[in-house]
């Protein structure tokens, strides 16, 4: 069999390796993209952010890929590929349920939390129907003239004189293929096992599994609370156009809803909770649905889609791999690691890791070396290690606090406040690629006030939930207030209306 040669093989076409293989295309190399399944095909990850939004922007324009310039916002999607399933996000949105009880609420919106993204419909932030996406981005790719290989899965790799040899099979076929660097985007870090870099979640804090599908019939949440007089006039959006987080004892509900009919529905429980529930996944799903008399309510008439036709159960989320390159390789960060679906910071971590790899191979394009910067993998690689135990901080808090809602509501705040300053960061044009780590996860202060704020929520949720004197949520609200105030553009913990937020990085005056 005679091997055909390649500079850099990238494994796995979900989006973020599609992505990678055409920005590394446009640097001049001779790519490879190999994936095990056949587009369209099911995927979760589906809620973007405006983080995402203004990476999927700024690759657009540094490697001449106008086309993907339209995904970033609901309303040029629209105009230019209606053809690909979407849904509007106009920001975050949190309801605090109790077990038993139909959802309730008063005035002050003691069980709401509306955070706004974006200020319109058009300008909004969008969910990702990855079934249509992923394939749309599959075709750019075939389009381009890169050789992509589907249904085909790496058997053996071996590294011999600084160049990979590659065995591939698919069906009964085997294919041989040679190359410079592999790129990782496997997501599960399949080829990483096959590397022997093993895998392990034991130093990240949360610990949570999931249950997980998409849904026809699905009654939308607007609906239910209109039905149920709970009013949504102080709604900056309606909820349905958002990601919706619903709060539960066990954990909480994500639903996202697309423009094809189809909602994504996922259970994230924290993992001593799961254990307790029926093994079975279904009966798992419908035990914890049940308990809440609103949510029972709307999926009274829901089925799971056709795509994908049955409910998935993931055990625990957590992974982080042990090392994110090494000779002639070099892993995307949903390869390398995983927290939680919680803040959504997976479609945007996975982007700012193509930005970074396909940054730190700008210059050996078109070269017989293909060799990346040297120096920057390491940097980021600390940087993605640094990243997933901040993202981690960030949300064990949320798990720490989510019983009780008014601590949940401060400590979330966190999220916003690193999330707002590393947009501020790029829409000043201030964002530095080798130093500025996702997030700023390694900013001077930022990560600091959030380990404080951390081990006050450790010491304050030690005590059961009901056993929280008042003072203690409001002192701790204050101190975050206080503490956040150097890098609180938009106002966070002080609304005009409690828990809605109509500020946003978008309507900071800053984007274009
Ligand atoms: C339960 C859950 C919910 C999530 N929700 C969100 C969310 O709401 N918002 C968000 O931003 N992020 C979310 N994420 C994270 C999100 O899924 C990832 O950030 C995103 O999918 C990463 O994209 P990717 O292209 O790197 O990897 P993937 O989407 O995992 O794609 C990897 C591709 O590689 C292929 N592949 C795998 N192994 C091989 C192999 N051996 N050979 C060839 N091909 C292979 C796969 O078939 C797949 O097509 C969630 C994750 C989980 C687990």
Known sequence: MKEKRYDIAVIGAGFAGSLTALGLDQLGYNVLLIEKEAHPRFAIGESSTPIADMILRDLAGRYDLSWLYSFSRYGSWQDHHPEVACGIKRGFSYYSHRRGRPFRTDEAHSRELLVAASVSNRQSDTNWYRPDLD?????????????????????SLLRTAGRWELEARREKDFQLFSSDWIIDATGSGALLHQLGIPSAGVDLRTRTSAIFSHFTGLKPWQSWLREHHIST????????????????????????????????????????????????????????????PSL???????????????????????????KVYGEGWVALPHTAGFVDPLHSTGIAHSLSGVERILYAFEEGGGSASSQPRSDFLATYERAVFRELRFIDLLVDGCYKTRRNFDLFTTYSMLYFTAAINYEQKRLRGLFDIENDAFLLANHPRIPALIHQCYREVQEISSRPDSEIPQEVIEKFRVRVKKEIAPFNPAGLLDPDIPNIYEHTAADLGCEK
């Open 296 to 322: 029972a309510d709307l999926f009274e008439k829901a089925s799971v889609a056709e795509l994908p036709g049955q409910l998935f159960s993931a055990r625990r989320l957590q992974r982080r791999a042990q």
């Open 135 to 155: 394939a749309f981005l599959v075709s750019k790719v075939r389009e381009t003239g890169i050789d992509y290989f589907d249904q085909t899965t790496v058997t």
């Open 233 to 292: 006039g102080d709604y900056p959006y309606n909820p349905d156009f958002s990601a919706l987080h619903h709060l539960l004892d066990e954990g909480w509900l994500w639903m996202l809803r697309f423009n094809n009919g189809t909602t994504s529905a996922g259970l994230v429980l924290e993992q001593y909770i799961r254990a307790r529930l029926p093994e079975n996944k279904q009966a798992a799903w419908k035990h914890v649905i049940g308990r809440y």
